[in-house]
Every structure is written in C-alpha cells, then in structure tokens.
C-alpha cells in the first residue's frame, strides 16, 4: 500500500524513530514532509529513546504518536514499555511501526533470523497487539484494524503494525547528503593499512561489509576481524572487553555515529576504564547510512569534546586522508586510548557484498587468533 494512506489510516501527526531499509518508504515520507522537526518528526538515538520521547508527547498533548523502528529495536523498547507504557504502569498508548527483518521463509542476513522468528512472540509477551502488512493487504482492511486499534489506545494499551518487505510504496525519492569528501570504504582501507595484524571490532552496517571486502581484496584472513553485524551501537564495549583482557595487544574498535549515539553511555565506560591498548574510530558521516541515509544528530554535536569529557586521554577529528594516516599511525604505537573522529561522505558501492562467512565461524576465528597471537 502506499504510506500515505497507511499514515492517513493512523492519523498520528507526530513520528519518532529509528530508520530501517524495510522502512525506508515511511522514513523518506517524513523527511520529505517534515525533515526533522520536534513537533512532527525526531530521529532518536534508539529505539527505547522513541518510546520514552512518544510517552512525553502523549503527556503534553493527549495524543498518540507512532515509533518507527526495525525489529532489532525490539530489545531496545522491552524496558520502557514493560515499565512505562504498560497499562499496568502508566497506561500510555503508541502506535509501533515495525519492519519485520528476518520474517521465517524469507532470506535474509544471519543477525536478523532469530529476531525475525520472535518479532511477533516478543510483542505479544509486551502485550503490544500486532497486523501484518503485507503487498497484497488492502487499505480496508488497515482502516478495519485501526477502527479496532483506536478502542485499545483508548484504553491505555499499545499497538504494532509489522510490516513485511516491499509491503509499502513511495514514489518519491530523497538525496542524502553531506560536504565531507572521505567515503567509507577508502576510510577502511587506510585503517586496514596501519592495523596490520591487530585485532579490529567493527560496527553494524555497512562499515562491516567493506571491512570484509577490503580483506578479502587484500588477500588477508579475516581472523583479524569481529563484525559486530547485529546489536548495534555495542561494538565499543565488545572491544573494551577484549582489550582489558588482552592488554598487550593493540584492539581497534570502528563505529559508526547512529552507533555511537545508540548507547553513548558506552563512551564514559571507555574513558573510566581507559584501556591503554585500545583506538575508537568513529566514522562520521551524520547519517543512518547503511539503512538509506536518513540524518543523525551526529554532524552537529561535538565528538571530540565528549569523548575528552568522559575522560579519554586523547581524542582528535580528522577530514582528509593525509590528517587520518598520521593520526592512524600515532594511536598504533601511543600508549593510551585514542578516538579518531572522520567526517565521511554519505554513500557506498551498489554492488557491496556481504560477509560469506557464518557468524559463528567468525567469532571461532577470532577467538583462535586472539588465543594464539595476542597477549
Ligand atoms: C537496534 C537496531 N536498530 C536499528 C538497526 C538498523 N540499522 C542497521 S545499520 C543502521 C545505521 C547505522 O548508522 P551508523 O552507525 O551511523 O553507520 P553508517 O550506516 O552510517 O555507516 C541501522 C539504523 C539495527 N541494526 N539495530
């Protein structure tokens, strides 16, 4: 169905979210309707955020607001819809909007499969009452559920719509982009270049994929690598994980900004325990990239102070090559933390490959090579 109507049925004029690639129609809607705008439109940092920002709109105003968000969110809301939204909290309804990544029958990446499998059980033990949109669902029939739905948001309870791949259209199309002249991929292959043999912790993403790439256009083993292809916004913490256990090794973490606002928190950790081994890379290009482009608040906030806030020893931003070689170099052999902020591009190759090892061989790699090589 097309989203206009699927948003006409809803009759929400305030949208918050998280952007996802099966969502991508909804999210170039809104931005093309309302860009960013606290009144109408807010791309959050995850998915609980939207919740807890939807619960403060219902507050203000009486209303109800949807929270757009792919399926991996779903862990991401358990606590603030368990603990705030529930009617037997504080009763506050909100419409979800979910992509259904992972559906069973349908293939897709290995980090979607079991979240695709209990999309719908998870919302039914949130006692979030959940449709399926599918391509061959009718505007009736959503306007027939929403008839139903409205009596349930009277009532304080909370509603899903699941949407199925390609099941909404929108002929429109929306151009991200940004003044940074860095692309992603080149990033990589430079940070490949200083890293060698040391271990790199990579974010959700596309980043991941070019990552794999780029070693296997290298001839290298992907050993080095953890791709960190689900549970976005953590890699940082998987890292610092492994460098305080390997304190004689060099531990690389790449991140994206969406992820890095996803779990800021993850940054006052690394600077209290300040691993000494340890370099935070983050790729900055203001912008969801790997699910369409759509905006983070990441072009506007300052990274770097932050980063030194939270008590990182040295942290520096970077927006060419020759800057981001040299900073590369000088974190391999400097003796405490580091983060490298690169402002990026927003883009990538249309023919960029995904990982063709499994997770699990990847984790078993990684492992062997941490036990073997690194103190
Ligand atoms: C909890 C969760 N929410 C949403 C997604 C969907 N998702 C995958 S990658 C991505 C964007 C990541 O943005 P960023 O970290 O800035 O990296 P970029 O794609 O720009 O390189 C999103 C939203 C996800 N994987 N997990």
């Known amino acids: 169905m097309k989203v206009e109507k699927l948003v006409e049925i809803i009759g929400s004029d305030f949208y918050t979210g998280v952007p996802d690639s099966q969502l991508k129609s909804l999210c170039n809607y809104l931005m093309n309707t309302y860009g960013i705008d606290s009144h109408h439109h807010i791309i959050a940092a995850n998915e609980g955020n939207c919740t807890a920002i939807a619960a403060g709109y219902h507050l203000a105003t009486g209303k109800v607001a949807v929270v757009y968000m792919q399926n991996s969110g779903e862990g991401n809301i358990i606590n603030p819809v368990a603990s705030l939204l529930n009617d037997k909290v504080y009763a506050i309804p909100v419409v979800f909007v979910i992509g259904w990544r992972g ?67 929108y002929d429109e199309k929306v151009v991200y982009k940004n003044d940074n002249s860095m692309v992603r991929e080149e990033i990589i292959q430079h940070i490949v270049k200083v890293t060698g043999e040391d271990p790199i912790v990579s974010t959700t993403g596309k980043a991941s994929r070019e990552l794999f790439e780029t070693r296997t256009a290298n001839n290298q083993s992907h050993k080095y690598d953890f791709l960190t292809v689900g549970s976005m916004g953590h890699s940082s913490s998987i890292a610092l994980g492994v460098a305080v256990n390997k304190p004689d090794t060099k531990v690389w973490c790449v991140d994206g900004d969406g992820a890095l606002l996803m779990h800021m928190g993850s940054m006052a950790l690394l600077g209290a325990n300040s691993p000494e081994n340890m370099v935070h890379i983050v790729i900055n290009n203001g912008a969801h990239e790997t699910v369409g482009g759509m905006p983070t608040v990441a072009s506007n906030i300052d990274i770097v102070a932050i980063a030194r806030a939270c008590g990182y020893p040295y942290a520096v931003s970077v927006d060419n090559f020759e800057d981001l070689d040299k900073e590369l170099i000088k974190a391999k052999t400097a003796g405490h933390l580091s983060l490298i902020e690169v402002k990026c591009s927003i883009g990538a190759r249309d023919d960029l490959g995904r990982p063709t090892t499994t997770a699990l061989e990847n984790k078993e790699n990684f492992m062997e090579y941490l036990k073997e090589c690194c103190r």
């Open 103 to 169: 559906e069973p029958g349908i293939h897709d990446e290995p980090q979607h499969i079991y979240q695709g499998e209990v999309t719908i059980k998870l919302l039914d033990d949130m006692g979030i009452k959940s449709f399926v949109i599918s391509q061959d669902t009718t505007e009736e029939e959503v306007s027939e559920c929403m008839k139903e739905y409205r009596e349930l948001l009277a009532a304080g309870k909370d509603v899903a719509f699941v949407i199925r791949k390609g099941a909404l259209k």
